[in-house]
């Protein structure tokens, strides 16, 4: 969204961001162009890809599914296993990450800690 922003308020471009604006789009909706929307998944190294004609999910543990969802909406026929959709499938993932951020503490390691109006996050200390 921040590229959005960027050129709808015009500001100062700025290097290296990812994704691509939308304001070409919202300026004219009848001109817009199909592109890949990258979808992270809770599960690190999981997420999806979609775009008018396809669905790929890519699994943490190196499943995959992909769907054409022009021909199949309900996502019924899992076209993964074919190799002749091998190139939709590589053309999909480049929208992914090629590195994901690194982990981080779980919520459930840690303890709210609120003092006057302000709070933090602290490590719970093990027993």
């Known amino acids: 969204m921040y590229p959005t922003f960027i050129e709808l308020c015009n500001l100062p471009k700025v290097n290296n961001l990812e994704g691509l604006s939308l304001a070409s789009s919202l300026k004219k909706p ?5 592109r890949n929307v990258f979808l ?3 599960e690190k190294g999981s997420y999806a890809v979609i775009n008018t004609n396809w669905r790929y999910i890519k699994y943490f543990d190196g499943g995959e599914e992909l769907y054409n969802v ?7 026929y899992n076209l993964a296993g074919d190799e002749k959709y091998r190139p939709v499938m590589e053309e999909m993932k480049k ?5 994901f951020a690194p982990e ?3 919520k459930n390691e840690l303890k709210l800690v609120i003092e006057g109006d ?3 996050w602290e490590r719970k200390t093990k027993k």
């Open 40 to 42: 992270p998944s809770n």
């Open 95 to 99: 929208s992914a990450p090629k590195v």
């Open 70 to 76: 022009k021909e199949d909406p309900n996502e019924w």
């Open 118 to 120: 302000s709070f933090h």
């Open 30 to 34: 009848s001109g817009k162009t199909d």
């Open 104 to 106: 981080v503490t779980p």
